[in-house]
C-alpha cells in the first residue's frame, strides 16, 4: 500500500502516460439498508411495522431490480450492506455476491457511529467484519460508508489498524479520491455561555492517514430527494425523477469540463432507486454517462485500488494549521 508520504511523486510518475487523455472512474454505491436503518430508532423505541416493510421491498424488490439493471449495461457495483441485512437475507445477498459485486461495511443495524462510544464502535466494526467475510467465503472486505454519514473522530483511526482499504464517508472533496485525515486535528465548538476568549482558535492542522476517501455526497444521493418519510424535515420524498437526474447530471457535465481525471462515485438505495420512476432514471444517468470519452465503470474498491497504485491521481487534503 502506498503511503500518503509517497503519492505524490508516485502518482506523477505512473500517470505521466495518460496526461491529456480524459480518465473518469464512475461507480455505484448501494446502501442495502433493507429493515436496519427503518429498526435503528437510537432509543429502542417501536417501528411502524409499514416502514419495515419498505425495507423488505428494498432488500427483496429492490435489490432485484437494481442486479438487472447492472447486468443489463454490464456494470459492477458495490453494495455497502449492514451485517443485520446480511444476516436477515441471506438468499437476496447472496445473489449480489454471486453477480460478481462487490459488498462493503455499512454497520451492524445502521446504527449512528457518532452516538456510539469508542469501545462500541469497535464492537460493531469487528463483529461486521466478521460477518461480511464469512458470507464472502473469507474475503475480508474493503470498504466502508458510515450509516447516514454520521462518523466520528475513532473512526479513520479505527478502518485503519482494521486494514480497510477506502471509507465512503466524508466529503473535503467531491470529484477526487484522497487519502482520509486521520481526524486527530482538533477544533473548538462555539459555546455563547463561555467567553469568546475560550473558542476564538483556529483548526489544527489535518493529517492524511493510509484510509482512500471516496468522497461522499448529499447532491449525489437518492434518499433526501426521492424517499418520503412523513414528519422529518429534509426527507421531500416526491421530486421529479427527472430534476434529480438533472442535478447529477449538471454535477457530471461541470467535471468532464473541468477535469482532465475525476472520479464520479453515486449513492442510492434499494429501497429509493428500485422504485419504477427511479430505475428508469439511472438507465438514462447509465447512458448519459457511458456516452463519453474516457468513462469506466467500476467498484468503488476498484476506484480506490487505481489511486493507491498510481492511475488515478487524486488530490492531496490540506487545511489547518500547527498550533
Known amino acids: 500500500m502506498i503511503h500518503p508520504s509517497q503519492v505524490t511523486s508516485q502518482h506523477s510518475q505512473r500517470f505521466i502516460d495518460t496526461m491529456g487523455k480524459k480518465r473518469v472512474l464512475v461507480g455505484y454505491g448501494i446502501d442495502v439498508d433493507a429493515v436496519a436503518n427503518w429498526i435503528n430508532t437510537c432509543d429502542g423505541s417501536k417501528q411502524n411495522p409499514t416502514n419495515v416493510s419498505r425495507g423488505i421491498y428494498g432488500a427483496t424488490v429492490g435489490i432485484d431490480r437494481l442486479l438487472n439493471l447492472y447486468s443489463k449495461y454490464n456494470i459492477k457495483a458495490t453494495f455497502f450492506t449492514p451485517a443485520h441485512s446480511i444476516e436477515s437475507f441471506p438468499t437476496q445477498l447472496a445473489k449480489v455476491r454471486d453477480a460478481g459485486h462487490e459488498i462493503g461495511l455499512h454497520g451492524y443495524t445502521h446504527e449512528y457511529v457518532s452516538q456510539l462510544s469508542a469501545k462500541d464502535q469497535q464492537t460493531v466494526l469487528d463483529r461486521s467484519i466478521d460477518v461480511l467475510s464469512r458470507f464472502c467465503g473469507g474475503k475480508r472486505p474493503l470498504g466502508y460508508t458510515a450509516p447516514s454519514w454520521s462518523t466520528s473522530k475513532e473512526l479513520i ?23 482520509a485525515p486521520d481526524n486527530s486535528q482538533s477544533w473548538v465548538e462555539t459555546n455563547m455561555a463561555e467567553s469568546a476568549e475560550a473558542w476564538m482558535t483556529p483548526m489544527s492542522a489535518l493529517k492524511p492517514s493510509k484510509v482512500v476517501e471516496i468522497p461522499a455526497n448529499w447532491h449525489l444521493d437518492d434518499w433526501p430527494p426521492l424517499q418520503p418519510i412523513p414528519g422529518r424535515a429534509g426527507a421531500q420524498g416526491f421530486v421529479d425523477a427527472h430534476v434529480v437526474e438533472k442535478l ?60 493507491l497504485e498510481g492511475r488515478m491521481p487524486g488530490v492531496e487534503v490540506q487545511g489547518g494549521v500547527d498550533l
Open 157 to 179: 483511526p479505527q478502518l485503519e489498524a482494521a486494514g480497510i482499504v477506502y471509507d465512503h464517508s466524508f466529503m473535503h472533496h467531491d470529484l477526487q479520491p484522497y487519502f
Open 248 to 307: 447529477w447530471m449538471e454535477q457530471f457535465d461541470f467535471a468532464y469540463r473541468e477535469y482532465e481525471t475525476f472520479i464520479f462515485p453515486m449513492s442510492i438505495h434499494p429501497q429509493v432507486s428500485g422504485k419504477p420512476q427511479v430505475i428508469l432514471m439511472h438507465e438514462r444517468i447509465i447512458e448519459y454517462i457511458s456516452g463519453h470519452e474516457g468513462v469506466e465503470w467500476m467498484t468503488l474498491g476498484d476506484i480506490a485500488k487505481e489511486f
